[in-house]
C-alpha cells in the first residue's frame, strides 16, 4: 500500500510517498520540498498575501497530481502555523481543497507537536531516558518533553522564522550587536513561555527537527550534495554550531544563499534559525543536539499506517 503525506508549513512545503511494508515499517518512494513563504508579512497584516497563498497552492496541487500519478491511495494533508494563525487561514484551506479535491486538516500546536515526536521517535528509534524534541518552524516552534511515549509536556510557541527574519533582517554582513539582539529576544520568550517542566528538565537527548538544524548539520559535515542518510543522526555540538554562526555571520545573504546544502530560500531564515539553536542550547543547559530527517509529516505518515493497519510502524531501519 502505498500512502502519502503533505506538509503545508509557514515556509516549506513538503511532500513523503512511501509504501507501506506490512504494519512494521515503510520505504520511501518519493520525497521533495518546496519553499512557499506561505507566512510571508503574516505577523503584520494577520492574514495570507495573495502571492504567497497562489505560490502554495501550486505546490500542493502539483504535490497530490504527483502522487497520484504514483498510485498513492490515502493524501493526507496537514496545515500548520500559517494557516491555523491566519484570519483568512481556512478560507486558503477551503480553496485548497476544492483545487484537489482532498481534505486539508489544520492542526493545532500541540497535535503539530505530537505528530512531529511520532515522526522523531520513527526515525532514530527508542532513546532510553528524557528526550526534548524541538521543530523549528517558519511560523512556529514546537517542544515535546517526553520519556520513551509519554509525552511530559508540549507547547507551541508562536517563535518562527519567517517573522523572526522579517524583524531582523540581515541582508549584508551580520554586526554581533544586532545578532544578539535577536538571540536576546529569542531567550526571553524561552524564558517567559516554555513551561516549567521543560525549563527545569534534565534532558538526556536534545533532538531537533526542520530545516535549520537539518540545514546546520549539512554544512557542519561539509556537505557539497545534500545527503538525507549522513544528516539524520549527525549530532551537533554548541561548538560547532558557534562556527558555522560566525562563519554566516560574515556573508551577505547572498553569499549564504550560494553555501551548499543550504537553499537561496533559506538563506535569510538561517541566522534567526540558528538564534532559536543556540538559546535552546542554552535554555536547556545541555552542548549538543542530536538531528532528526524525520518530523511532522513522517509523524503524519504513523498516523496514516495506524489507521489502516491498527499498529504502529516500528523504528525506520
Keep these: 500500500m502505498r500512502l502519502c503525506a503533505i506538509d503545508v508549513g509557514s515556509n516549506t512545503v513538503r511532500l513523503l ?32 498575501g495573495e502571492a504567497p497563498m497562489a505560490r502554495t497552492l501550486d505546490a500542493v496541487r502539483a504535490y497530490v497530481e504527483r502522487a497520484s500519478r504514483l498510485g498513492a491511495r490515502d493524501i493526507r494533508i496537514v496545515a500548520t502555523s500559517a494557516v491555523r494563525e491566519a484570519s483568512n487561514g481556512r478560507a486558503f484551506a477551503a480553496g485548497v481543497e476544492h483545487a484537489t479535491g482532498r481534505r486539508v486538516d489544520v492542526v493545532s500546536g500541540e497535535v503539530e507537536a505530537r505528530l512531529t515526536l511520532r515522526g522523531v521517535r520513527y526515525g532514530l528509534g527508542a532513546l532510553s531516558g528524557s528526550m526534548l524534541t524541538f521543530d523549528i518552524g517558519g511560523g512556529s516552534t514546537e517542544y515535546v518533553l517526553s520519556r520513551g511515549d509519554d509525552v511530559r509536556a508540549v507547547i507551541s510557541l508562536r517563535l518562527g522564522v519567517v517573522p523572526l527574519a522579517e524583524r531582523f533582517p540581515f ?50 559535515l561539509g556537505l557539497v550534495h545534500y545527503d538525507p542518510d549522513r544528516v539524520h543522526g549527525h549530532v551537533l555540538r554548541r561548538a560547532a554550531v558557534e562556527r558555522l554562526l560566525a562563519r554566516l555571520c560574515d556573508l ?52 496514516a499506517i495506524e489507521d489502516h493497519h491498527g499498529s504502529r510502524p516500528s523504528a525506520a531501519p
Excluded at 515499517?25 to 507566512?39: P, V
Aim: glycine content about 8%; overall charge negative; charged content about 30%.
Design 17 to 48: 510517498v512511501a509504501d507501506v511494508l506490512g504494519a512494521g515499517a515503510w520505504r520511501i518512494a518519493d520525497q521533495d520540498q518546496t519553499i512557499t513563504r506561505l507566512g510571508e508579512s503574516l505577523a503584520h497584516t494577520g492574514v495570507l
Design 252 to 303: 551577505t545573504v547572498e553569499e549564504r544563499a550560494a553555501l551548499p546544502c543550504l537553499e537561496p530560500g533559506r538563506a535569510d531564515l538561517i541566522i534567526p534559525g540558528t538564534a532559536i539553536v543556540m538559546a535552546t542550547l542554552d535554555r536547556i543547559a545541555i552542548d549538543e543536539l542530536s538531528v532528526s530527517e524525520y518530523g511532522l509529516r513522517e509523524g503524519v505518515l504513523v498516523d
Design 171 to 220: 541582508p549584508a554582513h551580520v554586526s554581533r550587536a544586532r545578532y544578539r539582539e535577536l538571540e536576546d529576544e529569542v531567550r526571553r520568550r524561552l524564558d517567559r513561555e516554555l513551561p516549567e517542566k521543560i525549563r527545569t528538565a534534565r534532558v538526556e537527548h536534545l533532538v531537533g527537527t526542520a530545516g535549520t538544524v537539518t540545514a546546520l548539520a549539512a554544512l557542519d
